[in-house]
């Protein structure tokens, strides 16, 4: 059974810092990979999807990274603003079109 | 693109009352999916719908719940007899089944809780 895990649950840090969230997940079989971004009370929006045939995605300050093989990605995000503030959740698909397996999500602030 | 919408956007209702969601896709989307979310909690998967045909659903989707895609369109996700542990967040999220490495788009959830 697919598991992700997002460490650490909550990071907080001042403004202009570059930071790294993290995801892992058990097994490696998995079809793609997508970053999610939710703010409180609100539903989640679709930052980034990385294939399994990729190692990386970037868009604007954010950079996805993929290491299938040991069941890792990475989101980086450069010089973090008040505005990144909320949660990211980070998902797996095991097959084409399927369901996504979400981790809990990894709660940041960004402090000005 | 207009984004995923679901209605209502809160429900409060008293335990043992019936509850019916809407779900509107994005324009060409023709996969559509059920989740739940709970306090601290990443989504979880309830059903997943290919055009009108639901192919998919979870073990969390017990006999009280029931979901239907008519005609490949909105999608409505009625739960019977509620109880204290159906409180949650219910997302729809929506994908272009044209190229198997689509993201999905969320919508903005319906908050349920149930007295």
């Known amino acids: 059974k697919q598991e992700v895990t997002q460490i650490p649950a909550a990071l907080s840090v001042p403004e202009g810092e570059n930071l790294v969230l993290n995801c892992s997940f058990t097994d490696s079989a998995i079809y793609n990979l997508q970053w999610f971004r939710q703010d409180p009370g609100k539903g989640l929006t679709s930052l980034l999807l990385i294939q399994s045939s990729q190692r990386e995605q970037t868009s604007g300050r954010l950079n996805a990274s993929l290491d299938k093989s040991s069941g890792r990605s990475t989101l980086y995000i450069a010089a973090s603003q008040p505005g990144d503030s909320a949660t990211y959740l980070c998902a797996v698909s095991n097959q084409a079109g399927t369901a996504l397996i979400f981790g809990k999500g990894t709660t940041l602030s960004v402090s000005s | 693109d207009t984004g995923v919408s679901q209605d209502p956007r809160h429900k409060i209702t008293k335990r043992g009352q019936n509850v019916t969601f809407r779900c509107d896709p994005i324009s060409e989307h023709n996969r559509l999916y059920w989740y739940r979310q709970t306090l601290g909690q990443g989504p979880e998967f309830l059903t997943y719908?290919?055009?009108?045909?639901?192919?998919?659903k979870s073990r969390l989707l017990s006999d009280r719940f029931s979901a239907e895609r008519p005609k490949g369109s909105f999608s409505t996700l009625e739960i019977q007899r509620t109880e204290q542990g159906d409180s949650a967040m219910y997302l729809c999220?929506?994908?272009?089944?044209?190229?198997?490495?689509?993201?999905?788009?969320f919508g903005d959830g319906t908050r349920l809780s149930i007295l």
């Open positions: 999220a929506t994908s272009r089944g044209t190229g198997d490495n689509q993201p999905q788009h």
């Open positions: 719908f290919q055009n009108e045909a639901q192919l998919e």
